[in-house]
């Protein structure tokens, strides 16, 4: 009798638990961790078809890709990993630039341009000004009639701090004084500097911040001189 005891005894021991039940019919669903940061990086693709939807609205040229200009928006992206929110312009950049900064993982190419792109209802093409000083340089520097090629990033900035955008543009748009669809005027959408930096490497910029704790984002865009064209 005890033979069979001790046998008993055995097979119970060598069962596994219900936890370890679970892990044998369900592989790796225990053990599975979503990932921290799980957004998808823009593609170019994605930059260039967002682009082109809102010059395709106005009859513009369309842009085309420029690997170099990528390149050098992907470089000052890159600076700036460490301190993303706080956005700031390459300087002496001979480009134009458009920057967007967002913590919330839904934010794409797509959705950045066409953020950009809704700009058009606080421009005054009569004027040339943003209405009730609000920030339409962004819409204006992606219908710029002169500009022809286009190079964005998208990067994951450094300590979870979010997600930032940079887009490069040649030739520049926002020109000081001049329309995006031509023309030359008193109101200058993006108000060149001072003076006092009138000769140093500070482009006139034009920000904006919006949203809540939840969805905070700040976007910033640059203006030229017209003999950066």
């Excluded at 992206?77 to 134009?96: E, Q």
């Excluded at 093409?125 to 962004?138: A, F, L, Y």
């Excluded at 190079?151 to 900035?157: E, I, K, P, R, S």
Aim: proline share 6%.
């Amino acid at each position: 009798m005890w033979r069979f005891a001790a046998l008993a005894i055995i097979l119970l021991f060598s069962l596994p638990n219900h936890a370890d039940s679970v892990r044998l019919s369900r592989p790796g669903k225990l053990n599975r961790q979503k990932p921290l940061l799980a957004a998808k990086l823009s593609t170019p693709a994605e930059f260039l078809a967002a682009h082109n939807k809102i010059r395709e609205i106005h009859n513009l040229t369309l842009l085309a890709w420029d690997q170099k200009l990528a390149g050098y928006a992907r470089w000052w992206a890159d600076t700036r990993l460490d301190n993303c929110r706080k956005l700031l312009h390459s300087p002496n950049s001979p480009y134009g630039e458009n920057l967007f900064w967002a913590l919330r993982d839904h934010w794409n190419a797509s959705k950045v341009v066409k953020y950009w792109g809704d700009e058009r209802n606080l421009y005054d093409p009569n004027t040339n000004e943003c209405i009730n000083n609000s920030v339409c340089g962004h819409f204006t520097q992606i219908v710029w009639n002169a500009t022809q090629r286009v190079g964005c990033a998208h990067v994951l900035c450094h300590n979870i701090q979010g997600h930032l955008f940079v887009c490069s543009y040649d030739p520049p748009g926002n020109i000081y004084y001049h329309g995006p669809f031509g023309g030359r005027f008193n109101k200058s959408i993006v108000n060149p500097p001072s003076p006092n930096n009138a000769s140093s490497t500070i482009l006139g910029s034009q920000s904006g911040i919006t949203g809540n704790k939840a969805n905070y984002i700040v976007s910033s865009t640059t203006g030229h001189p017209a003999n950066k064209t």
